[in-house]
């Protein structure tokens, strides 16, 4: 994995050069700074001019592609045109798009039930914030201080249990976040190669140079599927190991590199 910026010329120019470019942005951590409260991670005009720069020319799809729920993305985003690929990607939607997993569908109902023991379990912890996504399911302890982190894990997994063993969900965990998903085989990776091959078919003539960022371990399941073929980009401080191809530092890197892509 190399540091984008020391290759930075001929990456923009390989991505120019291309006919049709596909981005798929992960937005917490990526596209915005992580928030200490996740209900507050809304893009500032700035960062928005930049992505907005990017859509409009009729060859260039642009996708967020976020564990968050489609509906909270629209607000925090507040742009048209865009598509958005929520909940690790089983929901997509955006102008001539639209997929909801069926499996995700299914487990719906059982979720809204693991919703309200979760609240009724973590009450007393302060701060814990467990969010309703419609598919899926967030527990953010970010704001929880750390020294309660291992007892609320516990009270956490005690309250999944029956849940786990059904074998209708997983547990995965992210930054400073619990989430519990339906045992589907999608995720990010998934969502991108459905997004790709629908866009191949339906809306450009042809098949699109991918172009993936993301900061965090879901994002691996994009890189994976995308290996050897567009631009993978770990957003991360340091070099780590990764699937992707190139790292990049930070948020505000992620958006010079975007700046340059569309001027
Ligand atoms: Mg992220």
């Not at 919703?115 to 704001?143: N, P």
């Amino acid at each position: 994995m190399k540091y984008l910026f020391d290759d930075k010329d001929g990456i923009i120019e390989e991505v120019r050069s291309q006919d049709r470019r596909a981005f798929f942005l992960d937005y917490d951590g990526t596209l915005t700074p992580i928030v200490r409260d996740p209900q507050k991670a809304f893009l500032p005009p700035k960062y928005r001019k930049v992505i907005a720069s990017l859509l409009g020319d009729g060859k260039t799809f642009v996708c967020i592609i976020s564990g968050r729920a489609i509906e909270q993305l629209k607000e925090f985003i507040g742009l048209k045109d865009l598509v958005l690929a929520g909940n690790h990607g089983m929901e997509i939607s955006g102008p001539s798009i639209a997929y909801v997993h069926d499996g995700a569908l299914r487990a719906k109902p059982l979720l809204k039930e693991i919703v309200e023991i979760l609240k009724l379990t973590l009450r007393d912890f302060e701060g814990a914030l467990v969010e309703d996504k419609g598919l899926t399911v967030s527990v953010h302890y970010r704001m929880v201080p750390v020294k309660h982190h291992p007892r609320l894990k516990r009270f956490f997994c005690r309250a999944m249990e029956k849940f786990l063993a059904s074998n209708m969900f997983i547990v995965t965990r992210g930054k400073r976040v619990l989430e519990v998903r339906p045992n589907v085989v999608w995720d990010k990776g998934s969502a991108v190669k459905w997004i790709l091959g629908y866009l191949s078919v339906h809306l450009l003539e042809e098949k699109p140079y991918p172009i993936y960022m993301g900061d965090d371990e879901t994002d691996e399941d994009a890189f994976r599927v995308l290996k050897g073929q567009g631009l993978t980009v770990l957003v991360s401080p340091r070099k780590k190991a990764s699937e992707a191809s190139y790292f990049i530092k930070s948020v505000e890197e992620v958006y010079q590199f975007l700046g340059f892509l569309a001027s």
